[in-house]
């Protein structure tokens, strides 16, 4: 089945150091991708997306590119602030009647100044 | 901007009790969703809902029910609430326009059921 697999976490960080977050995926036909981030005390709020193949997301200084490829759509960001410890979620969108997302299982981040 | 609005962000139940949560959105959106979630599983849907009066079940039904009567609202229902759910639960909503549409979170209902 459809399914998202993230980057094992907590991920622990120094203030502007480089981030990557691994998400690959399992889909049949060509969903869309999504970075979804919760911040402590929150629900989920859109990070970025992409839909289709090459597509980059890009917003608040994180990028992914959704590489058809090798299945993928890493989370990236060249200096990370305090700001950004969070729990960051990959997903996928099935056009389904309603547009369902898969998620992944969350990664926290934790940025240490 | 798009509100999510949810009825609790805590609860405490007993097992055996009837409890609602409730969801409401303020933008016309025509789908809304339920999902629990719990550390190391992610999100997982229990119920979504694509106009008003219509359900269909995601991944993990089972132990609940929700009801649509409007377009706004939408309501997670767990009939006998059991120990084991004990969650985050959280609503989202969403447009309807042919491609993958961004859905919206509200804050979250943690659920504790003694």
């Known amino acids: 089945g459809d399914s998202v697999t993230q980057m094992e976490g907590p991920v622990t960080l120094s203030e502007e150091a480089f981030l990557t977050i691994n998400c690959t995926y399992t889909?049949?036909?060509?969903?869309?991708l999504f970075w979804y981030v919760q911040y402590p005390g929150e629900g989920l709020q859109l990070l970025l997306k992409a839909t289709k193949a090459d597509d980059k997301g890009s917003n608040k200084g994180f990028e992914a590119t959704y590489r058809k490829e090798t299945t993928s759509f890493h989370l990236e960001k060249g200096s990370v602030q305090v700001s950004d410890s969070a729990v960051y979620f990959c997903a996928l969108g099935l056009i389904q009647g309603a547009q369902k997302l898969v998620f992944g299982q969350g990664t926290r981040l934790t940025i240490n100044p | 901007d798009v509100k999510v609005t949810q009825s609790s962000r805590y609860l405490v139940k007993r097992t055996g009790e009837k409890v609602f949560l409730e969801c409401v959105q303020d933008m016309d959106h025509e789908n809304m969703f339920w999902y629990r979630q719990d550390p190391g599983l992610g999100l997982r849907l229990i119920y979504f809902s694509y106009d008003v009066k219509m359900k269909e079940k995601g991944d993990i039904p089972e132990g609940y029910s929700v009801s649509r009567e409007k377009k706004e609202r939408f309501s997670l229902i767990l009939e006998s609430a059991s120990t084991n759910q004990t969650s985050m639960y959280l609503c989202?909503?969403?447009?309807?326009?042919?491609?993958?549409?961004?859905?919206?979170f509200g804050p979250g209902t943690r659920l504790t059921v003694l």
């Open positions: 989202a909503s969403s447009w309807t326009s042919g491609g993958a549409d961004t859905q919206y």
């Open positions: 889909a049949t036909g060509y969903p869309s």
